[in-house]
Every structure is written in structure tokens, then in C-alpha cells.
DNA sequence: CATGAATGAGTCTTCATTCAT
DNA sequence: TATGAATGAAGACTCATTCAT
């Protein structure tokens, strides 16, 4: 049913694929755009006639990826009725692909807030985006008298999406992973539910 | 009883204040040590008389400076009696060092993270050991009660930092600053407070 | 009578034809055989088919461009009967292949000139052959008494040339062109002819 | 009385010297920088502490040389009186720089030529005062009544400035110099001259 | 201690050329 | 023949580090 990709789609992925690797390994800038092109099987050369250059190896790799997660984001928080199990449902997602794709994972955390003039623009955006998912549920939690109204939605997705990359990040450095990622997920997400929720509603 | 710094600490200092302001805007990698040199007001050499090398200096950054902000940190908290008032406190001092201090908090922010070999083991004792004033905050809340026993304090602590790092970082970012710090303190503590106290505390 | 020109023979032209163009714009040496085939509307391989490397698309060019001229030379002289008109037909049609041909024209001055190991070879024999024309005309006229015969021909046909090509150059050069070329010509070819003839035969 | 030169200007001077063994062997494009450094005595870098880049070798070499070279010209030409002497002597000077300093020689013959967008500018500056050390003779002539007012002095300084390039070319290519140097500077320079006085003037 | 000129290893990038289709 | 994706050698340039002064 899916087409077969082409040769050249094939090669696009490959190199993405090879630069996830090596840029987790090393980091953007002690990773070789060799480096790449050996981990992808293909010649230097090759590399610039599907990349700029290599930061825009990076930049394609944001837009990307960053796209494939929201919308996979989007897809499983829809199954969701209610909607702080939405939120939990959030930090689980979030979470699991960090475990599933731990070096894409890694990349993220660190260049995401490196200052390079052309990340800001690009990934900003997308980054914005991803969050809105979470601000727009607290946002109708809030319509809906579930959220307290004092709780600002951007600065408390804000929070929310940074607690959960910690979490992860722990979890991916601890040696012996003590606490599994889901009860982290369960915890972070109950903290903040609990912590939003309008007093009056628990009394009832 | 302070003696006054000697030339030779004075220069010491110049060149990680320099250093500080360089890293802040390039970044570590984009940051020349000539650069360093030249807003320390020093020759490029004589960089290499007070650290091994280009890696060395932002070592050092973090051994001097993480220590001063642990210690500021734990001062701070000190004079409060109130564990959960000790919570906010820690929020409010850690995005205020923020404001006060820009650039090195936007250093910390990035090459906290990078995996660099070097960075890993030094800096993750010092952070660790700046974590452990909150872990050790809801331990004792838990010892007393009012804590939930099923919170993981080693997880809640990396938790509650994230966010707070992660609403600083939008802080900074943001052209107009809609919502003060202290505000976004006291929110994020709230959240976290709320949401680990212990249900019986709050019926009464 | 004469055939039409097969595709292969337009394709070869239609090369030629590109690499003046793209020649004469960058220069040899920043131009791309990429470049000459967009241009010529093939593919970079087909280059290939057809020329043995890229410094064989300048001498390919030279070999063919050159003949042309020369044979063009020669039969616009070959209309005069009169010595010294000739050496100012000469100038004129010098003068004006430039003119008319102003891309391959920016490509002889310069690369007639690059001592490139290649070129020296071949160009300079086609060159020679071109300059015989001058020194042949002054040859002539030194047997029929009418020019000097302390005049070294190939050192004049040399000279002649030479001044007859910066001229060209500085026409092509200059935004405004004050003095039309058919007058440069003119005066060149007078000064050239004043200077060498007989000093008896102006008496008469 | 002349100072030393210092250690840098020495640098400076050792790798504009080797660059012009080094350009006028390979041409510019087919030179490496590293070979200039070698050539030089000095590490690939340092070439970079002197210059911005290898164009600018190349344009600097011209602003250097080209003004020696005008400077020198304008001091012999000022050694004559007589008018119609001065332009036999530019012709004896310029074609005795290109014995003394064939490598500079070399380079100037192409890269005069070459239409890089950096050389147009700076050089042709230069190279117009140049000519105008012949121009500014003719037009004396003119004025004194020795000239025909008919020779448009700009044209005519090109031309005799192409004339005398193209000689010199020839005589450097020439691998047995059948005709000295100073015989071909005569030859060229009777020829202008007498081709350039007035005929009433001969008459007498 | 301080300097800053010099070093040269290290890398990105280009582009002529090839070759499977 | 024609294509154009792929190759990989080559080279300009940077910058951390050294060391003679």
C-alpha cells in the first residue's frame, strides 16, 4: 500500500538516520560530516547534494523529526476523552520516545536550546507548537472549570514539557534505571494535575 | 581579614568573566579563546598560565560558580523554617540568579547538557549535589508527613529543576516579559506543592 | 550542398558555444562544467561524450574559433591589393571580430595569455600562424621597397597585434565609448604604417 | 641609514616574494597556498596573518608592485628632456622590468587581464596612472606642436602600452632571443614616434 | 608572569569526472 | 548516445596551543 521509497528518499533517510547517530554520539560539532557519510554508506560528497551543509543536516533533522512527534503526539492524546488522562497520557508519550529513540532524544535536549542564530527561528516554532498541545488542554480545563484560572497555560507547559525532559534525561544517564519511566510519568503527571485542579472540585 | 586579591587572582577572574560573557553569546564551540583573551584584556597565552586549555575554562566555570550558587542557595533556604515555604524559596532564588546572572545561567542551560565526556562526571556531582537541597526538602516533608510517601524525591527534585530551568530559559527568550518571575516562582512551587502534600492535610 | 548538421555536430556546437559564454562571464578557472552543460541544455555527462575533460572544451575551442578567424582574416585581406590598406583591413576586422564576438574575444585575451602547459602548445602555433599574416604583408612591402628594412616583421606583427588587442580590451572596457573602433583602428594602422615605411618614398 | 626591516615586514615580503614564484609558475589557480608557504619558509597560517586570503596575495602583490613600478618609471622617464626620448625610454624601462622580474612580468600579463570582479577595480586604478605616464607625454607632444593633433592620447598610450606587452611576451617565450630586448624597444618606439609626429616637422 | 606571532593539524566543502541505467 | 546521481580527491581556511622573547 505504501510506496517503495525511492532511491533518492532512501538516501535522504539514510544520511538523517547516520547524523542522529553520530550527532548523539559526539555532539553537532565534534561530530565529521565524513563521520556521517561513513555511518550512512555513502561518499562526503553525497551529503551536499541532499544537505546545504551540515548545519542544515541539523535544521532538517529538527523539521523533520520534530513534525513525525507531534503528530504522533496529537494522535495518541486524541484517543484520550478526559482530559487531565490526556496530560498523563502527554507525559507518557513523551517519555516513551525518548526510551524508543533515545539518540534523536539526545539531540534534542542539547541543540534545542543551543542559541544558533538559525535554530531559534525554525525549531521555536515547531517547539511552540508541540507545547500548545499541553497549554490547549489546560486551556480548556480551564473553560470547563477542571484548571484553576490563576494557572497561566504557557507558563505551565512550559513547566510541564521541562520537568518531563529532566525526568528523562535522568533517566536515560542513570546507569540502573531504579524508577521505570512510566511510574515517572505517573508521578510528574499527577504532581501537575493535582497541583492545577480547582480545590473546590476535590471537596465534592 | 578578606586579603585583597592578588594581580594573579584578579586575572583568574577576568578570564572567566570574560569567559562567561563569550560563551553566553557564541556558545562553547563558536567561542574563540582569542576572544576570551581579548575581553579579559589578557594575551591570548596567557589563558594557557591559568587553565590547561579551551575545555578547562568552562570546567573551572562550573566548579567556581555552581559552588557559589549552591551555597548562595542553601543560605537562602536557610533562613526559612517552613519546608514547603523552603520549596518556594528555591524557586524564586534559582529564577532570580537567572535574571541576575544571564549569561551564565544561559551557559549552564546548554552545556549542562552536552554530553561532552569531560562535562559528565565533574558537573553531574555538582548538580547532584545542588538537587539534593530539594530531595532532601521532601524527604524530611515525607519524615514529617506532609509529603506523600509516594513521591520519589531523587525523581521530583530533577522534575521541579526542569521546570523551573525550562520557565527561566522562556523567560529569557521572551521579548516582552508578560509574567514576572517571581510570579512564575511562586506558580510552579505552587503546582509542585499542591501536588504532594499529603490529602489529609488539606481537608481540614 | 552541405549537409545539415547532424545532432551529434549540434550538440558539439551547441557545447561550444555554451563554454564561450560561461568562459567568458567567470573565467576558466571559476567556471563549472555543470554550468556549460545547463547552458548548452545537456547533461553534465554528455560533456563528456564529446570532449575529453574540461580543458579540453578551451582548447576544442581554440582549435575551432581560431581556424575561423584566421580563415576569415585572410579573405577579408586578400580583397585589398594595396599593401598598406591591407595592414588596415587588418586592424579593422580585428577590431570588430571583438565587437562582434565580444564573449569569445574576453576568453582569447585572457587564456592566449595563461601559461597553463596545455595551451602554450597548440594555441601558439595557431597564434603564429595568425601573426604570419601581419609579418607576411610587411615582408611583402620590405621587398617592394616600400617598408623599412630594418623592421624585424615577426617583431612588428607582434607589436601590431599587441597594440591592436589592448585597444579592443579598452573598448570593451569602457562604459562610454567615446572613440568608435573603426576610428581606433585607423589611427593604430596609420601609426603602424607612418612608422615603417620608407622615409625616401615620402619625399616624392 | 635604511632601517632593518622588522621580523614582520620581512614575513610579509618572504611570502609576496614566493607568491610570485609560486603565481607565475602555476598561474593563480593552479597555485596552492601551501606551496607559497613552503616556497616562503613559512607554516600554511601564517600566510593568514598577512593576508586575508589568497585573493588577497594576489591584489596586494599588484598594489605593492604596480606602484614600485610606476614610481621607478617615473623616475627614469623624468631623467630626459627631450619628449620624443621619454617615450623611447618608457619603452626601454618597461621592457627591461620584464628581464629583470619575468616572474612579476608573468603575472601581470594575465592577471591584468583576468576579469575577477577584486582585480578590476584596484588594479585598472593603477594601471591608468600608469599609461597616463605615456598619455601625458603625447599630450605635451601635441601642445608643443611635435604631436599630430589627430592622435587621441588615450587610445594611443594603450595601444603602445599592448605593443610593448606583447614584444616582451614574446621575447620571455622565446627560447633563443634572436632580438635583444633593447633593439625591440627602439624598433617599437621609432615606430610610434615617427608615426605620431607631425609630417610638416620633417620636412625642414 | 605576560606576550602574541607562529604553528599545522583538522574539516568542510567544491566540483571534475565516472558509470549504472 | 544521454543521463545525472554519486564519487572522493583536493585545498582553503580556522583556531587551539606553543614558545621565544
Known amino acids: 500500500m505504501t510506496e517503495l521509497p525511492t532511491k533518492t528518499e532512501d538516501k535522504h533517510k539514510r544520511i538523517l538516520q547516520a547524523a542522529i547517530k553520530v550527532f548523539a554520539k559526539n555532539g553537532f560539532y565534534n561530530s565529521k560530516v ?3 557519510a561513513q555511518e550512512a554508506g555513502v561518499a ?3 551529503i551536499y547534494l541532499y544537505f546545504k551543509n551540515k548545519d542544515d543536516i541539523l535544521i532538517s ?3 523533520e523529526e520534530m513534525e513525525k512527534i507531534i503528530q504522533n503526539m496529537k494522535q495518541e492524546i486524541g484517543k484520550e476523552e478526559d482530559l487531565l488522562k490526556k ?3 502527554f507525559a507518557v508519550v513523551q517519555l516513551n520516545s525518548k526510551k524508543e529513540n533515545p539518540d534523536l532524544a ?3 535536549e542539547v541543540e534545542l536550546r543551543q542559541s544558533s542564530k ?3 527561528e525554525y525549531v521555536n516554532m515547531k517547539f511552540i507548537e508541540y507545547l500548545k498541545i499541553v497549554s490547549s ?3 480548556e480545563g480551564q473553560k470547563k472549570g477542571i484548571i484553576k484560572k490563576e494557572v497561566d497555560p504557557t507558563i505551565v507547559s512550559r513547566a510541564f514539557w521541562g520537568a518531563l525532559d529532566e525526568v528523562a534525561r535522568f533517566w536515560v544517564l542513570s546507569p540502573r534505571k531504579k524508577v521505570s ?6 508521578l510528574i503527571s499527577d504532581i501537575f494535575i493535582k497541583g492545577m485542579v480547582e480545590a473546590v472540585n476535590r471537596k465534592s
Do not use: R, V
Request: hydrophobic share 50%; charged share 25%; aromatic share 8%.
Open 34 to 36: 565524513s563521520e556521517i
Open 44 to 46: 562526503d560528497g553525497t
Open 61 to 63: 533533522l529538527f523539521e
Open 87 to 89: 496530560l498523563k497520557m
Open 106 to 108: 539526545a539531540i534534542m
Open 118 to 120: 538559525f535554530m531559534k
Open 137 to 139: 488542554i489546560i486551556k
Open 181 to 186: 519511566l512510566s511510574t515517572s510519568a505517573e
